[in-house]
Every structure is written in structure tokens, then in C-alpha cells.
């Protein structure tokens, strides 16, 4: 039962333009999101994140969408670069209990093409 | 260094053998925690640990043996390799702090079971 999910596997975008990465839940114990990049050989790294009181957040190119009424959240990444070529997981945890552990989605790999 | 380490970086074992990961964090964060990486699965937690001496199971523990004697030392041990454990193992650790901080991933062990 795959509580994180990302359904698109890859996505590619043209330099410049926006990318958008999609994922949705279905455990509405979730009230904390991340997502986090991976590049080739090397382990995920922390991106941004988002809590379920908040509707937006934003870190420079990269923001974060939350719709709690559609278990859905996205990241916005504007503009696109080669250098964000890299997997994209979504990954959520809960408030009680599972505070302590990320329940991850499968990834979208990102390409960014010149 | 700094950081968190994962030794060996590669490993080919053959089914039956008994093969040992480590990982190592030098900020001496509480939580530890131990994932896989497959495709189509994303990351799937193994085990987990609160503290020194406190361990539990995550979501796919079968096969797997954690042991956390010090703080910054999370080894996992595959008692008896099969080729169904072919993946990249990637170690990660939070501090204790806050319900809600990021983990932090090591750069990974793959290892393939022949």
C-alpha cells in the first residue's frame, strides 16, 4: 500500500522554463512534507518542506504547493537549470507516533534539457 | 569528516553469507535510521533508532539485524544474504530535537547478493 505516491516516474523541461513535480497521499495522519533531491551515486538531500497549517512555501527557485483537501502537494522549481537535472522525492511523516519516520513516494527524475 | 559515512561504499556478496554495513555520524544525532532504494519502490525504511540501545523495525525489517551500542554507529547486518537484498542502502540521522527536522542521508552502499 503505497501511501506516498509520484506518479510520474520522469519529467523533462527545457532550461528556463518552470518544472513542476507532482504528489499526492492518502494517510491523513500526514502533517509534514519534504522533498528531497538525488543526485547519481550520491544520497538524498534535504530540499524544502512544508507544514499541513501552511498552504505555500517558498526557498528561493523552489516552491512548495500543499492542497490538504486533495492529499496533494507539488514543487514548483522556477526558473529550471541543468543543475536540478536529479530523482525528486516527496516524502511525508505524521505528528504522533511516526514523527520520528519519512514514509518516501518512488521518485520522479527530473531532466533539465539546454 | 564530518557528516555521516557509509563503509563499504560497493559490495558483491554471494546468497548465504553474512555481510555487515556501517554507518557513522559525527553530529551525535539521536535518530538513526536505515533505508533501501529499488526501482519502483523508492525509499523503504529497514530499521530505526530513538537513542544508544533503542532500535525498531520500519517497513521492510525481514532479514535484517540493526545493533546500536554508541551514538554515532548504526551497524546493519544481513545475516544470510539473498539475491532479493541486491539494492543501494542509504543510512540517514535527525537530531533528536523537534518532531519535524530533516534527515540527513550518507552517500550510500550498494551491494548485490549473486
Known amino acids: 500500500d503505497q501511501q506516498v505516491k509520484q506518479n510520474s516516474p520522469s519529467l523533462s523541461v527545457q532550461e528556463g522554463r518552470i518544472s513542476i513535480l507532482n504528489c499526492d497521499y492518502t494517510n491523513s495522519m500526514f502533517d509534514y512534507f519534504l522533498w528531497y533531491k538525488k543526485y547519481p551515486a550520491e544520497g538524498p538531500t534535504f530540499l524544502i518542506s512544508i507544514s499541513s497549517i501552511k498552504d505555500k512555501n517558498e526557498d528561493g527557485r523552489f516552491t512548495v504547493f500543499l492542497n490538504k483537501s486533495a492529499k496533494h502537494l507539488s514543487l514548483h522549481i522556477v526558473p529550471s537549470q541543468p543543475g536540478d537535472s536529479a530523482v525528486y522525492f516527496c516524502a511525508a511523516t505524521g505528528h504522533t507516533g511516526t514523527a520520528s519516520k519519512l514514509t518516501f513516494g518512488t521518485g520522479t527524475r527530473l531532466q533539465v534539457t539546454l | 569528516d564530518a557528516g555521516i559515512t557509509q563503509s563499504p561504499r560497493y559490495k558483491i556478496t554471494e546468497t548465504g553469507r553474512q555481510v555487515t554495513l556501517m554507518c557513522h555520524q559525527t553530529w551525535s544525532h539521536s535518530y538513526m535510521f536505515w533505508y533501501r532504494q529499488d526501482l519502483g519502490h523508492g525509499l523503504r525504511l529497514i530499521y530505526y533508532?530513538?537513542?544508544?540501545?533503542?532500535?525498531d523495525k520500519g517497513e521492510v525489517p525481514d532479514g535484517y539485524v540493526v545493533s546500536r551500542s554508541k551514538t554515532e554507529n548504526f551497524p546493519l547486518t544481513l545475516e544470510s544474504a539473498t539475491r532479493s537484498q541486491t539494492s543501494v542502502y542509504f543510512c540517514a540521522s535527525r537530531p533528536g530535537a523537534g518532531s519535524y527536522n530533516e534527515q540527513f542521508f550518507g552517500p550510500g552502499t550498494r551491494l548485490t547478493v549473486l
Open positions: 533508532s530513538a537513542a544508544a540501545d533503542i532500535t
